[in-house]
């Protein structure tokens, strides 16, 4: 949900249509048995605001009739610290992404949060 690329099928072949770290994580979740056609039934996208590299996350916004959704994809302390996480499982999950990160690998935290009915501003959508 926090990824804005599209898994197209074409020649019997799946690929990946998009932001080569969006379409990775699209394709992971497809194999893990997780498909965007089936996330994002019955919701509706509202907003995006694009990854940006000082704010160091992107986010999607989706409504339904379960409500509004926030979904954020980013480097993971900025994720964490918006958290509502306890200091000690933020600590925890910090601790593995430095440890994937000096081993080489690309870390992302991912993050859902259900949004009141205010208005959809910037503000809003920061916290």
Same mark, same amino acid.
């Given at each position: 949900m926090? *990824? !804005?690329?599209? /898994?197209?099928?074409?020649?019997?072949?799946?690929?990946? +249509? =998009?932001?080569?770290?969006?379409?990775?994580?699209? /394709? &992971?979740?497809?194999? %893990? =048995?997780? !498909?965007?056609?089936?996330? +994002?039934? =019955?919701?509706?996208?509202?907003?995006?605001?694009?990854f940006? $590299?000082?704010?160091?996350?992107?986010?999607?916004?989706?409504? =339904?009739?379960?409500?509004?959704?926030?979904? @954020?994809?980013?480097?993971?302390?900025? +994720? /964490?610290?918006? #958290? !509502?996480? #306890? &200091?000690?499982? %933020? &600590?925890?999950?910090?601790?593995?992404?430095?440890?994937?990160? *000096? %081993?080489?690998?690309?870390?992302?935290? @991912?993050?859902?949060?259900? /949004?009141?009915? !205010? $208005?959809?501003?910037?503000?809003?959508?920061?916290?």
């Amino acid at each position: 949900m926090a *990824s !804005t690329a599209r /898994l197209l099928a074409a020649e019997g072949r799946l690929r990946a +249509v =998009g932001d080569p770290v969006d379409a990775a994580i699209v /394709l &992971a979740a497809h194999e %893990s =048995g997780l !498909t965007g056609d089936g996330l +994002v039934e =019955g919701q509706r996208p509202l907003r995006e605001l694009p990854f940006d $590299p000082v704010r160091k996350r992107m986010a999607l916004v989706y409504g =339904g009739d379960d409500g509004r959704h926030l979904y @954020v994809k980013g480097a993971p302390e900025v +994720v /964490l610290e918006r #958290s !509502t996480l #306890s &200091a000690d499982e %933020s &600590a925890a999950i910090e601790t593995v992404a430095v440890e994937w990160a *000096s %081993s080489g690998l690309k870390v992302l935290a @991912v993050a859902e949060r259900r /949004l009141p009915e !205010t $208005p959809l501003d910037d503000e809003a959508l920061e916290h």
